[in-house]
């Protein structure tokens, strides 16, 4: 048989799991899991109820004004050169 999950696990796997689209295994596992853990199922609930309720949103095009602002924005907040770019996703004071 499957060895059990933690909650903890299950819950890294929840998006993935409601997207079914963890291999069949772990689907299973999570599964078994949900049947037997009241918060993880209540947590389930609560997931599956938000993307239903964010899914009935209708979708609209932004506004150009706000779009060329936004780009602007990240565009002059993103590094430029290749230096800059790897400054930003290294720390700057990184622990060995
Ligand atoms: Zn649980």
Known sequence: ???PLCC???EVELGSYLEDTLPRRLHLRVESHL???PDC?????HLRLTVTCLA???RRPMP???KNSLLRAVRSAAPTTPGERLTSVIPADPVH
Do not use: D, K, T
């Open 41 to 45: 199922w209540s947590e389930v609930q």
């Open 64 to 66: 150009a004004p706000l």
């Open 8 to 10: 903890e696990r299950v």
């Open 56 to 58: 009935e949103i209708p």
């Open 35 to 37: 049947a037997a853990c």
């Open 1 to 3: 048989m499957y060895e």
